[in-house]
């Protein structure tokens, strides 16, 4: 007869694991050798059955600290027909296997609901106050949820007493599955309510206020605990995310908490300079242009920008970036084509050194 492997071999783990190392070890080693996973596999199934009996004896106390003194000899019988909760192992996680998510207890959690909220661009900086109307499931109110008519009430599921588990022989051990008959609810319905038909819940539609706060940004999500799906069987509710959705603004850009305004100047303005009317979030400021400014410049209004969002301080705010993009005109009249002509007639290459610098470059280059 082969000699058996050492326990804590098996489940590759240390003599002094704890409770919980024992218990990874063991919950990876049966996910990827179930015999669900790997049909007709003979392999994995004994393998299955050794990490099965290894934990089986190692997750009792008494049954390790003697199976620590004196090996399988000390145990040797108690692994014989051992028994593991699955179901304990695995929690949730063990519907990956035989395709069921039922959690046993505490009813089933309503689902999320997800809404798409557009708000202003000055909105999204400053904060606003929003109503909105969202359309969900709730418990039908004929039936306060059970879904069965008036005047009756749902009957105790005969095929698993109750319980919405049944046993289900699986080879060597039993395993816990949601009641075929009830679907997990340990009740059926003999007659249905003629509100929600059977179903329990019914749609209604709901008005929400939902508080964006100051310096919100695109796609961000607002988490409203309690307000989505109503649950089954007393679970709680599931939550509304709110997602943002911020309007172009025909002005201003964003970047973070920084706002961007591109501003068009004509030719004088930038080669004389001038003072311009700039927009910002607060209304318009005066900002000197220098001369001989260049397209494409860029100027810092400081504290002109997007509040930190949820900062302390009140004033706490991005800049705003203002790019001067120099406008050439497209129609001229005479006198002005002939104005232009003299000054060009009157300009040396010292007035335009970037010019002349490329130009020299080409020379160099190709001749």
């Given at each position: 007869?082969?000699?058996?492997?050492?326990?804590?071999?098996?489940?590759?783990?240390?003599?002094?694991?704890?409770?919980?190392?024992?218990?990874?070890?063991?919950?990876?080693?049966?996910?990827?050798?179930?015999?669900?996973?790997?049909p007709?596999?003979?392999?994995?199934e004994?393998?299955?059955?050794?990490?099965?009996?290894?934990?089986a004896?190692?997750?009792?106390?008494?049954?390790?600290?003697?199976?620590?003194?004196?090996?399988?000899a000390?145990?040797?019988?108690?692994?014989?027909?051992?028994?593991?909760?699955?179901?304990?192992?695995f929690?949730?996680?063990?519907?990956?296997?035989?395709?069921q998510?039922?959690?046993r207890?505490?009813?089933?959690?309503?689902?999320?609901?997800?809404?798409?909220?557009?708000?202003?661009?000055?909105?999204?900086?400053?904060?606003?106050?929003?109503?909105i109307?969202?359309?969900?499931?709730?418990?039908?109110e004929?039936?306060?949820?059970?879904?069965?008519?008036?005047?009756?009430?749902?009957?105790?599921c005969?095929?698993?007493?109750?319980?919405?588990?049944?046993?289900?022989?699986?080879?060597?051990?039993a395993?816990?599955?949601?009641?075929?008959?009830?679907?997990?609810?340990?009740?059926?319905?003999?007659?249905?309510?003629?509100?929600?038909?059977?179903?329990?819940?019914?749609?209604?539609?709901?008005?929400?206020?939902?508080?964006?706060?100051?310096?919100?940004?695109?796609?961000?999500?607002?988490?409203?605990?309690?307000?989505?799906?109503?649950g089954?069987?007393?679970?709680?509710?599931?939550?509304?995310?709110?997602?943002?959705?911020?309007?172009?603004?025909?002005?201003?850009?964003?970047?973070?908490?920084?706002?961007?305004?591109?501003?068009?100047?004509?030719?004088?303005?930038?080669?004389?300079?001038?003072?311009?009317?700039?927009?910002?979030?607060?209304?318009?400021?005066?900002?000197?242009?220098?001369?001989?400014?260049?397209?494409?410049?860029?100027?810092?209004?400081?504290?002109?920008?997007?509040p930190?969002?949820?900062?302390?301080?009140?004033?706490?705010?991005?800049?705003?970036?203002?790019?001067?993009?120099?406008?050439?005109?497209?129609?001229?009249?005479?006198?002005?084509?002939?104005?232009?002509?003299?000054?060009?007639?009157?300009?040396?290459?010292?007035?335009?050194?970037?010019?002349?610098?490329?130009?020299?470059?080409?020379?160099?280059?190709?001749?």
């Amino acid at each position: 007869m082969a000699q058996k492997r050492d326990y804590y071999e098996i489940l590759g783990i240390s003599r002094d694991a704890s409770e919980g190392e024992l218990k990874k070890a063991y919950r990876k080693l049966a996910h990827q050798y179930h015999p669900d996973k790997n049909p007709g596999d003979k392999v994995s199934e004994e393998k299955f059955k050794e990490a099965s009996e290894a934990y089986a004896i190692l997750a009792d106390t008494e049954k390790r600290a003697q199976y620590d003194r004196f090996g399988h000899a000390g145990v040797s019988g108690a692994s014989d027909g051992f028994s593991v909760n699955i179901q304990d192992i695995f929690g949730d996680i063990f519907g990956d296997i035989f395709g069921q998510r039922k959690r046993r207890g505490g009813g089933q959690r309503g689902a999320d609901l997800r809404y798409d909220l557009e708000v202003a661009f000055e909105e999204a900086a400053f904060g606003v106050e929003k109503e909105i109307k969202i359309q969900r499931h709730e418990a039908c109110e004929a039936c306060h949820g059970s879904g069965a008519k008036a005047g009756t009430r749902p009957e105790t599921c005969r095929t698993c007493g109750g319980a919405g588990e049944v046993q289900m022989a699986r080879g060597f051990f039993a395993i816990s599955q949601t009641c075929p008959t009830c679907q997990g609810a340990g009740q059926v319905i003999a007659e249905v309510c003629t509100q929600c038909r059977g179903r329990r819940k019914r749609q209604v539609e709901r008005e929400l206020k939902v508080k964006i706060p100051a310096g919100i940004d695109e796609g961000t999500q607002l988490r409203m605990m309690g307000e989505g799906e109503g649950g089954l069987q007393g679970g709680q509710r599931g939550d509304l995310y709110v997602v943002i959705v911020i309007k172009p603004h025909p002005l201003f850009s964003r970047e973070g908490d920084t706002v961007i305004c591109d501003v068009p100047i004509s030719f004088a303005e930038a080669a004389l300079g001038a003072t311009l009317e700039v927009p910002t979030l607060d209304g318009r400021v005066s900002m000197q242009v220098p001369a001989g400014t260049q397209p494409g410049t860029v100027f810092r209004l400081r504290k002109k920008g997007i509040p930190h969002l949820r900062a302390s301080n009140k004033d706490a705010r991005g800049d705003q970036l203002v790019r001067v993009q120099l406008e050439v005109p497209k129609r001229l009249s005479k006198k002005q084509k002939e104005a232009l002509q003299e000054f060009a007639n009157v300009s040396s290459e010292d007035c335009y050194p970037q010019h002349k610098g490329f130009f020299d470059k080409v020379k160099e280059l190709f001749g």
